[in-house]
């Protein structure tokens, strides 16, 4: 039977779980950090990424609901960071849609669901799934420590590009921005409280089974961006 990790060697595994699966190195981002994207891909990356993202204080919202009331310390947590998703000084996604509108697409083509592809809609509907039906400190591993701790390394891949290569503006851009700096205290705050409340062998080996699969969906999902919408592309070129 495997015996309780002590908090640094299961905080080692969770971040090994992450490795070799990381979304910054999936094709699509490749692309992006590299410049060989044009605007109408960002367009398509954006009309996908909402629905992603877009119901991210929903998910946490269900593991705030399966958090125990004792539990202060993560509920504070969640209720902060979906606070910061739809409240704070302006949503995250109307950020998404400002730069979506930049590349030139339109509000009602980002918010239509008919415009993501199938493998975003899985990793939605896995999200809702995950949020909705496991242990609060699964969950918080598989959303905040799987997915979420993953974006400041994403964006500060693609932001340097993003101004220097295609040409957005500053204010274009704030989306990524703002999530290099709130994600990586997200992230930070996620992994203690999978350390605090992981606390048998069994939750710990099934936290570690939900990054190691957040993290494969986020870069199925980033991979599946360049198949439907760059790779052909480049065939018909």
């Known amino acids: 039977m495997t015996e309780l990790l002590s908090h640094a060697e299961f905080r080692a595994a969770l971040e090994d779980a992450i490795k070799g699966r990381e979304a910054k190195n999936a094709s699509f981002s490749t692309a992006w950090a590299e410049g060989r994207l044009e605007r109408h891909h960002f367009a398509r990356w954006a009309e996908n990424h909402y629905h992603y993202v877009g119901p991210f204080a929903d998910y946490l919202g269900y593991i705030y609901g399966n958090t125990p009331d004792s539990c202060t310390g993560a509920k504070d947590f969640l209720l902060q960071n979906m606070y910061e998703e739809e409240l704070a000084d302006i949503r995250h996604t109307d950020l998404l849609i400002r730069f979506a509108e930049s590349c030139g697409t339109t509000r009602e083509r980002i ?127």
């Open 111 to 237: 918010e239509n669901p008919d415009n993501m592809n199938a493998v975003t809609r899985g990793l939605q509907a896995w999200c809702y799934t995950v949020s909705m039906r496991e242990h609060f400190a699964v969950a918080t591993a598989a959303l905040v420590v799987g997915l979420e701790s993953q974006v400041p390394s994403i964006y500060k891949k693609q932001i340097v590009p993003l101004r220097e290569v295609y040409g957005f503006t500053e204010d274009e851009i704030e989306f990524f921005d703002l999530h290099i700096t709130s994600d990586e205290v997200h992230g930070e705050r996620g992994f203690q409280i999978v350390l605090d409340h992981a606390d048998t062998p069994q939750l710990q080996q099934r936290c570690l089974r939900f990054v190691r699969w957040g993290a494969e969906m986020r870069f199925a999902y980033t991979k599946s961006l360049y198949d439907t919408y760059v790779a052909p592309d480049l065939v018909a070129a």
